[in-house]
Structure formats: C-alpha cells, structure tokens
C-alpha cells in the first residue's frame, strides 16, 4: 500500500514562494507517476500539475504554467512542487496523489493514492 506525506504547506504574502514535498513509501513501484492537486473551499479538487518517475515529463495546469515547478527525486521517492509568484487564488489545500496509469490523467479519479492534504494560504 503506498502511502504519501505531504510537507511544506503554509501562510506566505503574495508574490512569495513557497516548496511542497512529498514523500511516497510502501510500493512506488505501482505508480507510473506522481500529481499534485488543489481544493479551495467550496470548490471541486483541481489538477495542478503531475510528473513520471521513468520519463521525468511534467505537465501542468495553464494559470501555474511558468510560476510552479513539478520534480522528482526517484532515489528518494519524493516530489515536490515549488511555487513562485504565488496568488491569492493560490490559497488552496493541497494534496499529493499518484498514478498507476501510464497515460497522461489530470482528472482525480485517475489517481488511486492520496496524501493527506497541506494548507497553502496566500494573502494579498
């Protein structure tokens, strides 16, 4: 059972950057790749942004496109998601997820292991 943890969530003033992490233990091998997601309060969880461990292609959703970076550390078996220039609309629980599908999946029902959330909270 692969089981994920996030880390890094926390209060930054607009414009400031913030770095998740996630660690992923207990059978990475069942994941072909690792997502981040995002849930504002009243609304549905949004992809942000997924990375492959083999290939190490990334892709993200269009308004984190050139502010956020998805990587990965297979030695390690962790992702982490810088962002820069953050927003207020930024403000967000954020989750770490991953994939046993090899195709490209940006909806959540795509991913089959979930963290457990972290706060990111942007003020203006």
């Known amino acids: 059972q692969v089981q994920l943890v996030e880390s890094g969530g926390g209060l930054v003033q607009a414009g400031g950057s913030l770095r998740l992490s996630c660690v992923a233990s207990?059978?990475?091998?069942?994941?072909?790749?690792m997502g981040w997601f995002r849930q504002a309060p009243g609304k549905e969880r949004e992809f942000v942004a997924v990375?492959?461990?083999?290939?190490?292609?990334?892709y993200y959703e269009d308004s984190v496109k050139g502010r956020f970076t998805i990587s990965r550390d297979n030695a390690k078996n962790t992702v982490s998601l810088q962002m820069n220039s953050l927003k207020p609309e930024d403000t967000a629980v954020y989750f770490c997820?991953?994939?046993?599908?090899?195709?490209?999946?940006?909806?959540?029902?795509?991913?089959?292991?979930w963290g457990q959330g972290t706060q990111v909270t942007v003020s203006s």
């Open positions: 207990g059978g990475t091998f069942s994941t072909y790749g």
């Open positions: 990375i492959y461990w083999s290939s190490g292609n990334a």
């Open positions: 997820a991953g994939t046993d599908s090899p195709i490209v999946t940006y909806g959540p029902a795509g991913y089959v292991y």
